[in-house]
């Protein structure tokens, strides 16, 4: 029963922890989510293109240390973020943080699943009603299926991002040469008159993510040390997930959308 329900009202056992390859596609995938790409193309609004990068790196390294600093409690108790919760603030606090932890989370659920819903829709030129039911019933299923349905979205996922980015940064780039100078401008704002400052764009980069890496427990239980942890968050969520926060960048410059 605990097997089926990812062991959520349970510790992991030692033998069904997995090890450091299959834990980098775990993290991989966990951070693959639509809103990034359109974060990075929003930092862009009157901030030079130099201090929205270091908005971005250095936002990663505040949420690297969260998941690090939970991940160190995480492997040593093997349990969900919600009981783990019951450690630091009681019965009555756990429920509270898993109350504060289902609205936010839902909150996430509604405006992904509506951005890639009218993403999709306005691509293939049909009613959003069309998509976004099914894309939340297939979200659905991945919640349910919990850390095996995120171990299957990095194997998927990541081969795609590696493979499929630099090919479509080519077509990009065949089809508007001269865009190269746009994007490697000093400042290249997408809608003229916005602007963001650098402090501000650093606390989005830590609220784009925040809830997720509160809830990193629910992978770093899975992992078979604490090395591990330091390890995946750092390629995570440093390098990686600049990657995926800025894929969306070059196209948002040059389509000006």
């Not at 490697?184 to 997408?190: C, D, E, G």
């Not at 963001?196 to 784009?208: E, R, S």
Request: aromatic share 14%.
């Amino acid at each position: 029963m605990d097997e089926r329900a990812d062991f959520a009202v349970s510790p992991v056992p030692a033998g069904q922890r997995t090890g450091f390859m299959g834990n980098l596609f775990v993290f991989s995938g966990w951070t693959v989510w639509a809103g990034g790409p359109l974060f990075a193309v929003f930092l862009l609004q009157g901030l030079p293109l130099w201090q929205a990068l270091l908005a971005t790196l250095l936002g990663g390294l505040v949420l690297f240390a969260v998941v690090t600093l939970l991940g160190k409690i995480a492997t040593s108790k093997g349990v969900t973020t919600y009981l783990l919760a019951n450690y630091s603030f009681g019965q009555s606090g756990m429920r509270f943080v898993g109350l504060i932890m289902f609205v936010a989370i839902s909150g996430w659920f509604a405006v992904s699943t509506g951005w890639c819903g009218n993403l999709i829709a306005g691509a293939l030129g049909i009613s959003n009603w069309y998509v976004i039911p099914l894309l939340a019933f297939i979200y659905g299923i991945a919640a349910i299926m919990g850390y095996r349905a995120v171990t299957t979205v990095g194997y998927i996922t990541m081969p795609i991002l590696i493979v499929l980015f630099p090919v479509l940064l080519i077509v990009v780039w065949i089809n508007n040469p001269t865009g190269t100078t746009a994007v490697m401008s000093v400042n290249v704002p997408v809608i003229a008159g916005a602007a963001i400052a650098f402090p501000y764009a650093i606390g989005l980069m830590i609220n784009n993510w925040i809830m997720g890496c509160a809830s990193s427990p629910d992978l770093t239980r899975y992992t078979k040390s604490f090395k591990h942890v330091i390890i995946l968050a750092a390629l995570t969520l440093i390098p990686l997930y600049t990657f995926i926060n800025w894929m969306g960048t070059p196209y948002g410059v040059l389509t000006g959308n």
